[in-house]
Each structure stands twice: as structure tokens, then as C-alpha cells.
């Protein structure tokens, strides 16, 4: 079956950058999304398409790709972004969504 | 407003049965791609089913063979019915509204606690 996986935590000092890493057999050929989660709450979708922000989602949330890894990145990161974030991508082979392992970020 | 409310859950004994519910709003499920997706008690997310706009319908193979997705259009809903359930599928169930062209889930509901114990 299809895997996505990211580190399981990323810890980033106020204003710094985080980066959160989602890698998986040739994603490059896929697109990807970013889901945040905060405790208690439903996840947002923060990016889709690898790259692409929907509306009412900070400029600082940002999406890239490079070879089998997409990654978020976190510019100018904010007590508020303190969650757990998945990414997610659809498998044609198996006609079904893959969510990444998940990765808590820490706001220090 | 697009808005999702699930209702339905609660405790079931294993091997027992239970169906989820997911009123829609500010949009029409029929015209829809819509899907449900599980979280296990401190674990991460987990795709379960789809159903397209064609009525195509997909499912993880955990669930495959016991679980059924559908809808209904004159109540703009989305169901699923759970069949045979396991202690592991004790989870918050979410619904969500696919984007077509993206295949992003862009809207959620609030989720819905079902748990499987004896």
C-alpha cells in the first residue's frame, strides 16, 4: 500500500522558519495537500495542489516540492501555529487517500 | 456558508451496527465529491470512504466488505453505514467535501465519536 511519511515532530523558535518534510514513491506525480489540526478541533486544509493557498489562510503557509518529498514550510511561525500537521495525497493505483504519518509542531 | 454536521455516533458492541450522518449545507452533496475520514483516540488521520459525483464509491481496505457510503438528495446528506464493527474502529468520523479539481478535502464537520467496546 501507498505511505506517506513525515518526521513525527518539528520544534521552531517564534519568527523562525519551520519546514515539514512528506515523502513518498514518486509524489512528484501526485498532488498534494496540507491539513492542520489543532487538539479538539477539525482539520483545516491549509495547502492543495502542493503550492496553493485557499483563501483566509496566512501568507506565511507556504508549499513546495522536490523530487519524492513535498514540503511545508512555516514562514515568520506564530504561537497560533503550534498543531499537528498531515499531508495527504490521492493514490490512483489504489483509488484512495493517503494521509502523511502526521508531525506536531512545537512553537518554543 | 458551506457547512457539515455529523450525527449518529455513540457506543456500540463489537459486531453490532451503526450509521452516520452528515447533514450538508451551502452546497448540494449529490453535485459533490464526498468522503469520510476516521481518527483513532491520539493517533492521526485515516481515509475510510469516497463517493463521487458519478456514485462511483471507494473504501480503504479496513473497512472494505462493512462499511457502505451513500447519500440522499432530498435530504442533502451523506451516510455511512457500519457493519460488523471492530474495537478498531473506535474513532472520531469526520465528513468533508472534496474538491474536484484538486482532490483537497475543503471543508470538515465537527467530527463524531463512535466507540466499539464491550
Known amino acids: 500500500s501507498y505511505e506517506l511519511t513525515q518526521p513525527p515532530s518539528v520544534s521552531v523558535s517564534p519568527g523562525q522558519t519551520a519546514y515539514i518534510t512528506c515523502s513518498g514513491d514518486?509524489?512528484?506525480?501526485?498532488?498534494a495537500s496540507w491539513y492542520q489540526q489543532k487538539p479538539g478541533q477539525s482539520p483545516v486544509l491549509v495547502i492543495y495542489?502542493?503550492?496553493m493557498r485557499p483563501s483566509g489562510i496566512p501568507e506565511r503557509f507556504s508549499g513546495s516540492y522536490s523530487g519524492n518529498t513535498a514540503t511545508l514550510t512555516i514562514s515568520g511561525t506564530q504561537a497560533m501555529d503550534e498543531a499537528d500537521y498531515y499531508c495527504?495525497?490521492?493514490?490512483?493505483?489504489?483509488?484512495?487517500?493517503?494521509f502523511g504519518t502526521g508531525t506536531k509542531v512545537t512553537v518554543l | 456558508e458551506v457547512q457539515l454536521a455529523e450525527s449518529g455516533g455513540g457506543l456500540v458492541q463489537p459486531g453490532g451496527s451503526l450509521r452516520l450522518s452528515c447533514a450538508a449545507s451551502?452546497?448540494?452533496?449529490?453535485?459533490?465529491?464526498m468522503t469520510w475520514v476516521r481518527q483513532a483516540p491520539g493517533k492521526g488521520l485515516e481515509w475510510v470512504s469516497i463517493i463521487f459525483s458519478d456514485n462511483n464509491r471507494y473504501y480503504a481496505d479496513s473497512v472494505k466488505g462493512r462499511f457502505i457510503i451513500s447519500r440522499d438528495s432530498s435530504k442533502n446528506s451523506l451516510y455511512l453505514q457500519m457493519n460488523s464493527l471492530r474495537v478498531e474502529d473506535t474513532a472520531v468520523y469526520y465528513c468533508?467535501?472534496?474538491?474536484?479539481?484538486?482532490?483537497?478535502?475543503?471543508?470538515w464537520g465537527q467530527g463524531i465519536l463512535v466507540t466499539v467496546s464491550s
Open positions: 495527504q495525497a490521492w493514490d490512483s493505483s489504489t483509488a484512495g487517500y493517503v
Open positions: 451551502g452546497f448540494t452533496v449529490s453535485t459533490n465529491y
Open positions: 514518486k509524489l512528484g506525480d501526485k498532488s
Open positions: 468533508a467535501r472534496v474538491s474536484a479539481g484538486d482532490s483537497a478535502m475543503s471543508y
Open positions: 495542489q502542493t503550492n
